[in-house]
């Protein structure tokens, strides 16, 4: 089985791209150490206050990768709020 979480963030602390790109390095870096998942970002804009994040992890049980899609989006709404960031909305497909 095959878990893909889409994140979609807004990032109000942002003022400039620069701001915009810490932010979402800080999150990729982050869960990518605590995980052990593939993230990238979706869809880069130019708009500096909001990106999108995809979070991919590969399991033979379909219940290990609820249990940690779970986490980490919890993480990932923890980190994006130290950033002055939120976790607007999120997406999780099977695939």
């Known amino acids: 089985m095959i878990a893909f979480l889409t994140l979609e963030l807004r990032i109000e602390a942002a003022h400039s791209l620069k701001d915009k790109r810490q932010?979402?390095?800080s999150l990729k870096?982050?869960?990518r150490a605590s995980f052990n998942v593939s993230v990238a970002e979706l869809e880069p804009?130019?708009?500096w206050n909001q990106a999108t994040i995809g979070v991919v992890s590969?399991?033979?049980s379909r219940d290990y990768l609820d249990g940690l899609m779970k986490k980490v989006e919890s993480a990932?709404?923890?980190i994006a709020n130290n950033?002055?960031?939120d976790v607007a909305d999120s997406f999780l497909e099977y695939l």
């Open 23 to 25: 932010v979402v390095r």
């Open 76 to 78: 990932a709404t923890r």
């Open 45 to 47: 804009s130019s708009l």
């Open 83 to 85: 950033h002055g960031a």
């Open 58 to 60: 590969i399991s033979d």
């Open 29 to 31: 870096d982050r869960l």
